[in-house]
Nanobody
Framework: VQLMESGGASAQPGGSLKLSCVASGFRFSSRALSWARQAPGKGLEWVAGIDHGGQTTSYSDAVKGRFTFSRDNAKNTAYLQMTALKPEDTAVYYC?????????WGQGTQVTVSS
């Protein structure tokens, strides 16, 4: 199982970024996915989840209404559209899948929000 995040960058407050997560090694369309983040000096924080078909999403209170989690099962790719970014969104963002009782994570992608 491999997960590869990309799309992280520096952005100004109020700006937008779109993260991608390309997956391989498992039947992508049959697994729910999550995004999590880790800010400097803090623990891992769950951000959003999506079901296998992309019909149901859930978000942490910190990002609800600003972030949108989607997926394209034909491309084995998930996306996190982030809008109205805040400095507190600064973190390394990770894609996650639970497969055969094991949690898999990508290498992460850095998002920095500052003016």
């Amino acid at each position: 199982v491999q997960l590869m995040e990309s799309g992280g960058a520096s952005a100004q407050p109020g700006g937008s970024l779109k993260l991608s997560c390309v997956a391989s090694g498992f039947r992508f369309s049959s697994r729910a996915l999550s995004w999590a983040r880790q800010a400097p000096g803090k623990g891992l924080e769950w951000v959003a989840g999506i079901d296998h078909g992309g019909q149901t999403t859930s978000y942490s209170d910190a990002v609800k209404g600003r972030f949108t989690f989607s997926r394209d099962n034909a491309k084995n790719t998930a996306y996190l559209q982030m809008t109205a970014l805040k400095p507190e969104d600064t973190a390394v963002y990770y894609c996650n899948v639970l497969y055969r009782r094991t949690n898999y994570w990508g290498q992460g992608t850095q998002v920095t929000v500052s003016s």
